[in-house]
């Protein structure tokens, strides 16, 4: 609204003086310099434009990120149960973030290096069982809640065939070859101000608990060897970030 | 600038002090000259933001076919079917392969990098016939080890070294790039079984900024050279018979023949211009040789976005001033001095607010539209197998069906029509990502998997997929191929299956009873990240105001496949992902 002059100074009058300073301070809208100077401006010029400087940071756009350089090593005899499927944060592959004001979208993002030794085991030499695939997978998180898209499972890399004459320890092992990246990401729409936490978690089958007597022997050198398998995801560098719109 | 109040009130009987007069409208006028601030302008005010007021961006790519052919005549990837490909030395030294430069003030950049990259040439070095100079001479004959492709049969490979960082060619030859020596005895001994003769690809890929390798966007381990533990427990500790830890070698980079590599980052920059680069380097293998190997990895398809989000207002604001006359000692007050020069003028400014008199930082969240004029994410859970071929790399076809058709097969779409909030109108920058969770790639055979050399051909299996978008107007697709990505089949083990086997057998289960009976595994399980950039330069003038639908599309190929291995024999099954789409006026 412009600001109404109350008071039109004219040569010759006696100047008003509750009308000065109606035009220097009122608590009346739209009267007095001072006062709609005082947050009260909305007559912009008809060409004004903002330029770039006059954006105070972070009101439109922000980015946050997190990262961890050193491997993580999760073992599925370590953390998990056979019985539930327990995820676990990956640690360095998270977010928590305060978001001031409600955005029109987040962009959360994360990568990661993964190798993972998933074992096949074939012919169990004591059960008899016929195979074994233990599920190794990745998901993330929400505030807690499931991304039910994000949901990955690492790919088998290691061959096992369990049979006392024929077993290789090394050569059947391929987890080199399944080292591979990984970026995703989601996108909440409608977000409301204050915290907000995105985790990448990891879950590996305990199958060590269901099939103890899982085992690689060798005879080879006359000793008779029995070894529990475990399968293992390995996290390299990774990253978490988030872009947020206002 | 803070609030602002008048030292006094005037009143009948006060003196007109002149420097009281001045009082009255100077702090005004000093607020107006390039002080105003979300302090002084209303919430309700909506402030047009000029370009690139809000943030800026620059996007390059760079589109290399490799040439994988159409149906009928697919082949292997090579450096020998693109000009635009770019080479990755064996010299463990980070090189660019997509650059681009921003000038900003103090601000953090949001960065995208794309990458994908093919493994298109090795020696056997284990092979007999090694002579470790990286130059595969007349005595190694590569064709007698690889006897059993049988398809498509020798297509040409050079033989790359570099100079200076300078690509040669040494030598054109016509060995088999993507040849495997394998037999069904073989497929559970990758020393024998793999063309790479046991090694990864040995690739990392990274964002730099300025020189700087940002560390954190490094796709693998940060010791490259890091060993792993495998897993094996003995069961008796104490046993003078418990074999010693066993480790992995090489697992801190990329280990796929081909991959598309997608990267990211949020990075603090100081003001000035800023070179953001896609690097990548290889890992080596061995110490002496291995920059001279006759392997090389090439980065077909990039891309790379840089988003400038300003984080401190620029140094550079515009200042305009309003000067009103000031009041000094034995001036006339008249309607002139104190009105028409002093408040009257002061007024008028702030009834007509100029960019200039506003100070850095003046505006905030409340005194803006937001930029986002669409934004959507789409999820798919739905396993799916599909059969549709790849119909070459350039190719718009679509697969109406999943099953035995050559063109791309749309598998999740964003609806981006104009009801659904898309802007048809404004000069914008549309964002796409997407990511597919392919869980196997498969080859079938009608024959006997006793009968034949199953380990030949299944990591000739390759999914592609990339990015297109509707237009309404013109009623097709348009694909941009730019975004697509590639990756193969790669488990050791032979994922062949008999094409007309019993019904217990469905797809996906592995039939060689001696090995693998009964699996119905997925043995890929990759996560293939997509992305794409679309603004006015990248697509005719009137593509985005006419862009209906945004979709992720799928296919598959045999590379060095003739027609023997069509017909359904080849699919790509995938289980879930998403596809996010923001469109951001500029």
Redesign the interface.
């Known amino acids: 609204m412009t600001i109404i002059k109350d008071l039109d100074y004219t040569n010759g009058n006696t100047l008003s003086v509750d009308s000065h300073n109606e035009n220097v301070y009122s608590t009346t809208l739209d009267h007095g310099i001072m006062s709609t100077a005082n947050g009260d401006l909305t007559d912009l010029s008809s060409s004004f434009k903002c330029s770039k400087e006059h954006v105070w940071p972070g009101e439109v756009f922000r980015g946050h990120q997190d990262f961890q350089y050193d491997t993580a090593h999760y073992f599925s005899n370590t953390i998990s149960d056979a019985a539930s499927e327990e995820f676990v944060p990956v640690v360095g592959c998270a977010l928590r973030v305060y978001m001031p004001y409600d955005v029109t979208f987040a962009l959360w993002q994360w990568s990661f290096h993964l190798s993972a030794f998933v074992p096949q085991i074939d012919q169990l030499y004591d059960t008899g069982e016929d195979r074994v695939e233990p599920l190794v997978k990745m998901r993330s998180t929400l505030n807690g809640a499931t991304l039910e898209h994000t949901v990955r499972a690492a790919p088998l890399s290691a061959y096992l065939l369990n049979e006392p004459t024929n077993v290789d320890r090394e050569s059947h092992h391929f987890e080199h070859y399944m080292a591979r990246p990984y970026d995703m990401a989601h996108m909440a729409t409608s977000v409301s101000a204050g915290w907000h936490e995105l985790q990448v978690q990891v879950f590996l089958e305990n199958f060590a608990d269901d099939f103890e007597s899982i085992a690689m022997d060798d005879s080879a050198d006359g000793f008779t060897r029995t070894q529990l398998i475990n399968s293992r995801a390995s996290f390299g560098i990774r990253n978490a970030r988030v872009l947020t719109v206002l | 600038m803070s ?4 030292r006094r ?4 009987a ?1 003196i ?1 002090d002149p420097e009281e007069l001045n009082g ?2 100077i ?2 006028a000093e ?2 000259s390039g002080k ?1 601030n ?8 909506d ?4 370009s ?5 961006y620059v996007y390059e790519k760079g589109v290399a076919n490799p040439g994988m052919g159409t149906p009928g005549a697919f082949k292997e990837p090579s450096h020998e079917n693109s000009t635009n490909e770019v080479a990755i030395p064996n010299t463990f030294a980070w090189t660019a392969m997509e650059t681009a430069t921003i000038t900003t ?1 103090i601000s ?1 950049l ?1 960065i995208l990098g794309f990458a994908q990259y093919f493994w298109t040439w090795w020696d056997d070095e284990l092979g007999s016939g090694w002579d470790g100079s990286g130059i595969a001479d007349s005595s190694f004959n590569m064709e007698g080890n690889y006897p059993n492709h049988g398809f498509g049969g020798w297509t040409s490979a050079k033989e790359v070294v570099f100079d200076g960082g300078t690509q040669v060619v040494l030598n054109s030859s016509t060995y088999d790039p993507w040849g495997e020596l394998a037999t069904k005895y073989d497929a ?4 024998k079984g793999y063309a790479a003769s ?3 690809c040995g690739v990392q ?1 990274a964002i730099r900024v300025d020189g700087q390798v940002l ?9 490259p050279f ?1 060993t ?9 500790v104490l ?5 010693p830890p ?1 480790y ?9 023949e081909m ?1 598309p ?6 990075f603090p920059v100081q003001a000035g211009e800023h070179t953001i680069e896609v690097v990548a380097r290889r890992i080596p293998r061995s110490a002496a040789s291995f920059s001279d190997a006759a392997d090389h990895v090439y980065t077909f398809n990039r891309q790379l976005f840089v ?1 400038d ?10 200042v305009a001033t309003v000067q009103p006359d000031a009041l000094e000692s034995e001036d006339v ?3 002139k001095s ?3 020069d002093g ?2 003028a ?2 008028d400014a ?6 200039g008199y ?8 409340d ?2 539209a ?3 004029a669409f ?3 789409e ?3 739905t396993t799916t197998t599909a059969y549709n071929h790849y119909p070459g790399f350039s190719s718009d076809d679509v697969a109406s069906t999943t099953t035995d058709e050559s063109g791309w097969y749309l598998i999740q779409s964003v609806n981006t029509a104009s009801s659904s909030g898309w802007n048809t109108t404004d000069s914008t920058v549309v964002v796409v ?1 997407a ?1 597919i ?1 392919v ?1 196997k790639m498969m080859l079938t055979t009608t024959a006997n998997p006793y009968s034949v050399d199953i380990g030949n051909f299944y990591r000739d299996v390759v999914a592609s997929f990339q990015l297109g978008y509707y237009r309404n107007d013109t009623g097709a697709w348009v694909m941009m191929k730019r975004s697509q990505g590639s990756v193969n089949h ?4 032979s994922m062949n299956k008999e094409k007309y086997g019993s019904s217990a057998i469905t797809d996906g289960k592995i039939v060689d009873p001696g ?5 119905d ?7 293939v ?1 997509l992305m794409v950039i679309i603004d006015d330069s990248t697509e005719a003038a009137d593509a985005i105001a006419n862009i209906t639908s945004i979709g992720l599309f799928g296919s598959v190929l045999q590379m060095g496949n003739g027609s023997a291995q069509e017909d359904n024999e080849i699919s790509y099954t995938y289980d ?3 596809v ?1 789409v ?1 469109q ?1 006026k500029k």
């Open positions: 609030y602002i109040f008048p009130r005037l009143r009948s006060d007109l009255d409208f702090p005004a607020l107006c105003l979300a302090h002084n302008v209303s919430r309700t005010v402030v047009t933001p000029d690139a007021a809000l943030f800026d003030g953090k949001w559970h001994n990758p020393s046991g090694y990864p890929f560390e954190w966007t490094i796709t693998g381990k940060h010791n890091e792993t533990v495998v897993p094996y427990q003995p069961a008796d046993s003078a018979a418990a074999f066993n992995v070698k090489r697992t801190g980079t990329c280990g796929p991959f590599v997608r990267m990211g980052s949020v988003m989000m300003p984080t401190f207002p620029s140094a550079t604001a515009s007050v008249s309607a104190i009105g028409t408040i009257d002061v007024r702030l009834n007509d607010v100029q960019p506003c100070g850095r930082g003046a505006f905030t969240r005194h803006f937001s930029p986002v934004s959507t994410q999820t798919f859970s990502l990511n969770s869980t790669q488990l050791w083990w090995w693998l009976e009964g699996s595994n997925e043995p890929d399980r990759f996560d990240a879930k992902g998403s996010q923001f951001l």
